[in-house]
């Protein structure tokens, strides 16, 4: 049997004595898009810097695709991608050379051509020659995606990906993350703090509220669950307790 | 890993206009060594020549020619100052550039996400920022025996060729210090601007302050690589003495004009001890910067909740 594409057993975090996650027990099994929700401070990026291993937990067990964070980091960070937030990669570079550094880094055996076919799958191969600083925020977001996928890997994990990018921005990532997931079978880890976009998209959801995991179901599950609620917004302001 | 981490810092470096105005500075400034090493020569010649004629006017013989005892390479005595005032300024921002982006713009977080080791990637950052000081040195040592050959007309011997290899050498030496430094200040800094900041206070202190207070009354010395004209018989200027050893930029430049023949000769064996306190501080830079990337938290380089 497969293990699940992420599990979060008993994970809590705390920044000196304040504790950002509480205790976390999560799967997501693979081929699912999850979408974790919560206001700012909620510890969405801390639980994706913990499955990325950029961070180590406080206490309890995180695994990717079987492996654990802390004693097999390697091999998690071969099957994973990451998206932070504000997408920076090197200005003085073109879009092309972040892909191919950033493939080397995964072990790719032939960066360039996996830079150029990342490209063209997504549709940029014009950006490739150009550097990074005349970039607007939604092509730095397409090169983002670029380079966390450039290795194909089995997880992405997209912390706010929808920050800084304007209607048609937000539409051409969603419908990116629906090719990926449908196409090449990527598992999709996401965070956000805005909705609008996110029923149209994700299969499964989470909700953290100050660090404690409060809900997690299928969307149709979920809109089973809550036939009066007209949004997500709705349901979503229901479950941190504030009715509308 | 390492050496696509060198090679990404390659790239980026020579891609950026600060790093490449002061490279240029520097190589500018090389070039000017030898030509203000001719002018001078010229001015002396001409001085003596001027001499000659009138002591044979008055049937006195004349001395020797001052150039004829000088040694070639102190026509190239001025790097032994822009060495340490625009090469460490330059190798700051070296330092300083191959540390920044990865840490302020959050790049960090994406290259530890990958299979990269915090010690793969220091030890490329170091590959990378020698790589780049090493051919900086090389061309500057071509510029320097161009500039002899062209300007001066000098052809320069095997053993003073050994010399002038020996002093860019020294150099690289000294500037990878300097670019540790850099790395250092960027890593116990959040703000990039502040990284750069102290390493500039680093700089001023190791090439002035340090200098000044170990050279006791020489006010000239941290420019002037001139031997000590005053008697240090007093406590201040006994502990002050004392305490020259510490002075990397005083012991570079000491190294440095014996190496070039332009001091007062001593034995190789002293001339090496000098180069000690240099490579010690090498050391414990690059200890230092693996020290502060393995502890670095990487995934709270930029916004993060």
Request: hydrophobic content about 45%; overall charge neutral; some cysteine.
């Amino acid at each position: 049997m497969e293990e699940p594409a992420v599990e979060m057993q008993g994970v809590s975090h705390r920044y000196g004595s304040a504790p950002v996650l509480r205790e976390i027990d999560l799967t997501i099994e693979h081929g699912e898009i999850f979408r974790f929700l919560g206001h700012n401070g909620a510890g969405k990026t801390t639980a994706i810097n913990i499955l990325t291993t950029l961070l180590v937990p406080s206490a309890g067990n995180a695994r990717v695709c079987g492996h654990d964070v802390i004693a097999d980091r390697s091999k998690v960070t071969e099957r994973i991608g990451y998206l932070p937030s504000d997408v920076r990669l090197y200005d003085h570079m073109t879009a092309s050379e972040n892909l191919e550094f950033f493939a080397k880094l995964s072990g790719v055996s032939d960066p360039r051509r996996a830079a150029a076919e990342t490209l063209d799958y997504l549709d940029s191969s014009e950006l490739g020659p150009r550097r990074m600083s005349t970039f607007s925020t939604g092509m730095r977001q397409r090169i983002g995606i670029a380079q966390a996928i450039v290795h194909q890997p089995s997880v992405l994990f997209l912390d706010e990906p929808t920050s800084g990018l304007d209607p048609s921005g937000v539409r051409q990532l969603r419908e990116t993350i629906f090719r990926l997931n449908r196409e090449l079978g990527m598992t999709v880890f996401m965070n956000t703090h805005l909705l609008s976009e996110v029923a149209r998209v994700c299969t499964t959801i989470g909700v953290l509220n100050h660090g404690e995991l409060i809900y997690k179901d299928s969307m149709a599950a979920t809109n089973e669950r809550f036939p009066n609620e007209a949004s997500l917004e709705d349901i979503y302001e229901r479950m941190e307790g504030h009715p509308s | 890993m390492t050496r696509a981490i060198a090679a990404q810092l390659v790239l980026s470096l020579r891609r950026q206009r600060t790093f490449l105005a002061l490279l240029v500075t520097l190589l500018v400034m090389t070039a000017l060594a030898g030509v203000i090493g001719w002018i001078s020569h010229r001015t002396i010649i001409k001085v003596y020549d001027q001499a000659v004629t009138l002591l044979a006017t008055t049937g006195t013989p004349a001395p020797p020619n001052p150039f004829d005892t000088k040694p070639t390479l102190a026509l190239l005595s001025n790097m032994v100052i822009y060495i340490p005032l625009i090469g460490a300024l330059m190798a700051l921002v070296l330092g300083h550039l191959s540390m920044a982006d990865d840490q302020s713009s959050g790049i960090g977080r994406l290259i530890f996400s990958r299979q990269v080791t915090r010690r793969s990637y220091v030890t490329g950052k170091m590959l990378g920022a020698l790589t780049v000081l090493t051919v900086i040195m090389a061309a500057s040592l071509l510029v320097s025996v161009a500039s002899l050959l062209i300007v001066n007309g000098t052809v320069l011997s095997a053993s003073d060729f050994g010399r002038l290899v020996l002093f860019y050498v020294i150099s690289l030496l000294y500037l990878t210090a300097f670019a540790l430094i850099g790395m250092v200040t960027v890593l116990l800094t959040r703000r990039r601007s502040m990284g750069l900041l102290l390493a500039l206070g680093v700089w001023l202190v190791l090439t002035f302050a340090i200098p000044q207070f170990t050279s006791g009354l020489r006010p000239t010395a941290s420019l002037n690589p001139i031997t000590d004209p005053v008697s240090t018989s007093q406590t201040f200027f006994d502990v002050t003495a004392k305490a020259r050893p510490l002075s990397v930029s005083e012991q570079y430049k000491e190294a440095s004009t014996r190496v070039l023949e332009i001091g007062s000769p001593e034995s190789a064996l002293a001339t090496s001890w000098r180069v000690l306190p240099i490579g010690c501080l090498v050391l414990v830079m690059a200890a230092l910067t693996a020290l502060l990337v393995s502890r670095h938290d990487y995934s709270r380089s930029s916004v993060n909740e």
